[in-house]
């Protein structure tokens, strides 16, 4: 074979022998929120003429720094629940969240009463590590319809308080941030049902 092929075949090959190599970076795991064991700290809300229970799943952290239900700006669950209710714009306090929620006959709270939770992350949580509400006082109601905000509060449902209330859940699209996939629009269609099921 002949020096000038070589030569020439050589200056073609895409790496030269004595070519320096380029560092591989090193891939530096993001660590994983820390999980904790968290006991529910709200009372459900609600009264005798309640006909409409929604449940969600476990405060989130925001929502417990700031002690009440769907607390985080990003959470759409007041925005919907407002548009439900026949309101132009959300209620902002407290009394006016759980005073909307009384007078159009909508009781209010979740299904796990304990839960270890990485984070805010619904997902975390496993029937082996949580613990279901005890939902007595719904005896003391006029509830027949029950909805669960996002799927994993339907499967905690169905773990824990299926039994209790006799009602099979309806399964609302998550009110959460995290579920992006869906639109406001589309989100608000499906939560109509609970406006129907008020009549």
């Known amino acids: 074979m002949s020096k000038q092929y070589l030569a020439k075949n050589a200056a073609l090959s895409p790496?030269?022998?004595n070519a320096a190599l380029s560092p591989v970076?090193?891939?530096?795991?993001t660590p994983s929120a820390p999980t904790v064991s968290i006991d529910h700290p709200f009372e459900p809300i609600y009264d005798s003429k309640s006909k409409v229970l929604i449940l969600g799943t476990l405060p989130s952290q925001k929502s417990r720094e700031l002690g009440f239900y769907y607390a985080h700006p990003t959470n759409q669950f007041w925005r919907l629940i407002g548009e439900v209710c026949g309101r132009e714009t959300p209620p902002r306090t407290v009394e006016e969240k759980k005073q909307m929620l009384l007078d159009n006959g909508i009781a209010l709270w979740d299904v796990f009463g304990r839960a270890?939770?990485?984070g805010s992350s619904d997902a975390s949580i496993r029937r082996g590590t949580s613990q279901g509400v005890n939902i007595d006082w719904i005896k003391n109601?006029?509830?027949?319809?029950?909805f669960v905000n996002g799927k994993k509060a339907l499967e905690g449902y169905n773990w824990y308080?299926?039994?209790q209330t006799g009602i099979d859940a309806i399964c609302l699209p998550s009110s959460s941030a995290a579920n992006?996939?869906?639109?406001?629009?589309?989100?608000?269609?499906?939560?109509?049902?609970?406006r129907r099921a008020l009549k």
């Not at 970076?25 to 795991?29: A, C, D, E, I, N």
């Open 15 to 17: 790496v030269s022998k």
């Open 25 to 29: 970076p090193t891939l530096v795991p």
């Open 116 to 118: 270890a939770v990485s």
């Open 141 to 146: 109601t006029r509830i027949g319809h029950v």
């Open 161 to 163: 308080l299926r039994d």
């Open 180 to 194: 992006a996939g869906m639109t406001y629009e589309k989100k608000l269609a499906e939560w109509m049902a609970i």
